[in-house]
């Protein structure tokens, strides 16, 4: 047997786990599951369940589960929640990271001033 680290990527369904799952003959190889969350999100689908589903089922092996197509701060938030080991965080997104655990009360002020600002800024008259 060859012991070949393996990233399996862009799973999106229950059955591509299973299949994948299957297909691997050394659980004891180290091993990435890379359920492409954010793009399931985007056709309005929660990645909860195949996320929790592959957590429960990797358990006691050397596989990973990464979340994939992180589209918001939340998505870490959830990656945490759902059991997964590591995820892909765009510099876009990584930079609003100071904002997680934010008071709502100043983002809402602080939003009201910006709108107030973009507003003065408006050189349309009616």
């Not at 592959?54 to 990656?79: D, M, P, V």
């Not at 809402?108 to 107030?116: A, D, G, I, M």
Request: glycine share 4%; charged share 20%.
């Amino acid at each position: 047997m060859m012991n070949i680290k393996l990233n399996i990527t862009v799973l999106m369904t229950i059955k591509h786990v299973n299949i994948a799952f299957d297909s691997i003959k050394n659980k004891n190889i180290p091993t990435i599951f890379s359920v492409f969350s954010g793009r399931i999100a985007d056709t309005g689908v929660n990645p909860r369940n195949i996320c929790l589903f592959t957590a429960e089922l990797i358990k006691n092996t050397n596989i990973e589960l990464l979340w994939a197509s992180t589209r918001e701060i939340f998505n870490i938030c959830q990656a945490i929640e759902y059991g997964c080991h590591i995820i892909t965080i765009p510099d876009d997104i990584l930079d609003k990271y100071g904002n997680l655990g934010k008071n709502l009360d100043l983002c809402c002020l602080e939003t009201v001033r910006k709108f107030y600002e973009d507003g003065q800024k408006c050189t349309i008259k009616f």
